[in-house]
């Protein structure tokens, strides 16, 4: 019986003792805080998110200016070459297939002879052949559907012959013009149109360089 009562005094002595050493010991200070860990691996990326609304339409902007207008072209204007080299006589006709009625009304067409010297001469002109100047003199005709240009050759106003490869190539230039709203103009207010541009139309070359031709 005392070494029951004994071993309860200590159990309970034990208790008391623990429970004072728990109520009077104090909290320690935190300790440093340590350094931190290596970075995690990037997770994979999200998915995209939904389209946004379109956003309204900017105002229109102002136009521009008007540009400058081109040069005229060359699409109504034509040549056709003949070979004269055979040709003698007083006289001598070509039929202009590629020309209209239409075209000899109220367009233009120029002629250029090329002589047995190698120079251009518009024509009609006066020509030195052998050392004697001669008239070349031309007009056309509108017959058979087909307009019909003629050279007369003349010295003094009487008929001159010429021999053949005296002449060598005529050149005919047709240029179409556009009627106006105030109606057909005639060959000689088209004429003076290009002169008043400053076109020499004696000048072989300067007009096939205007109109972008072949010498």
Known sequence: MKRRLLKIKLV?????????????????????VGPPGPQGEIGPPGQDGADG????NGADGQDGANGQDGADGNANVRSILYDLADVSGNNHRVSIDEA???????GVILAYLKTNRDEWYQIPNQYVFLGIPIDINTYMTYFNNRVQFWMEFKRDDAPFSVSAGSLQTLKIVLIEVNSTSSGKRTENSHL??????????SNYEEVMDYFQLEY
């Open 100 to 106: 209209t009625l239409e075209l000899l009304e109220t």
């Open 12 to 32: 309970l002595l034990s208790v008391g003792v623990l429970f004072a050493l728990s109520c009077s010991v104090e909290d320690g200070e935190d300790g440093a």
């Open 192 to 201: 003076k149109v290009l002169e008043q541009k400053g076109l020499d139309l």
């Open 53 to 56: 609304q379109d956003g309204t």
